[in-house]
C-alpha cells in the first residue's frame, strides 16, 4: 500500500518552492522518496532548503530562475530535464498577491499578478510537456485556490489568475491525457504562509474568514502536502482535470 504512494524515482520540479506551501509540497515529496528540485528566484534561499533536505537522507536540487520570465522559465524546465535526465512532475506553485480596493488598481499591478499567477503556469507546463511527451508519462499539478471558485473583495487579479487557471487545468488535461500525462490543480484555502501575513494580523478578517470554514481553522502548512504526494504518484494515476480543494469545507458551504 505504501508503494502506491511512493515517489521513488521521480524528479520533480515545483516552483515557489523556498517557502510557504511550495515549500511544505516540496519537504513531503521528498519524504515520499522523489528527488525535488526547489525553484525560485533567489538560489541563496534555495540552496539551504535543499541542504536540509539532503542532511534529513532526501534527494534535492535547486534551480533559480523568475517563472515570469518566459526565457528563463523555458531555460530552467529545459536544464532540470538535462540535468536530472527526465522530468517526472511539474508543480506550477509560484504565485504573488496583490491587494486593493478596485480603484486604486494600476493595469501594472494587474499585468504582473496575471503573468505569474496564470501566464508562467502556462509557459511552464508547455515547456514540461515537451521533456513529458516522448516519455509518455508525466503529471503536471497547478496550485489554483479557493479563489478559482470563490471571490472577495480587492483581490481582483488574484481571482481572475487562479479561475482561469483552474481552466487551463481542463484544457491541459483534455489534450495531454491521452499521452499519460495528468493536469491537476490542488485549491488551497486559507493557510498561515507568509502571502497571508496581512490577513493573519487583522482580528477581524480572522474572525470572518474562520467562521466561515467549517473546520473552524486556517490550514497548517503542512496539511497540503499529502495532496501533491496523492496527484503525483500511483495512487492518483486515474485522476485528470481535477481541483483537489484542501480548505477545511470552505467552498463546500454556504
Ligand atoms: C486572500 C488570500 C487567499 C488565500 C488563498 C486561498 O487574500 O484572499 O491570499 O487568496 O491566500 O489563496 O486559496
Redesign the pocket.
Known sequence: MVETFSLAGKVVLLTGASRGLGWEMAEAMAEAGATVVLNGRQEATLRPRAEALVKAGHKADVAAFDVSEEKTARDGVDAVAKRHGQLDVLVSNA?I?H?KPLVEWELADWNRVINTNLSACFVLAQQAARHMLPRRSGRIIMT?????LLA?P??HA??AA?SGLWGLTRSLAAELGQHNITVNAI?????A?E??T??LKNQEFMAW?TGRIPMQRWGEPKEIGGAAIFLASAAGAYVNGHLLTV?GGLVSVM
Open positions: 504565485g498577491q491587494r489554483a485556490s479557493v479563489m478559482s472577495r480587492t483581490v488574484y481571482v487562479k485549491a488551497p484555502g486559507f493557510f504562509t502571502m497571508n496581512a490577513l474568514s480548505d
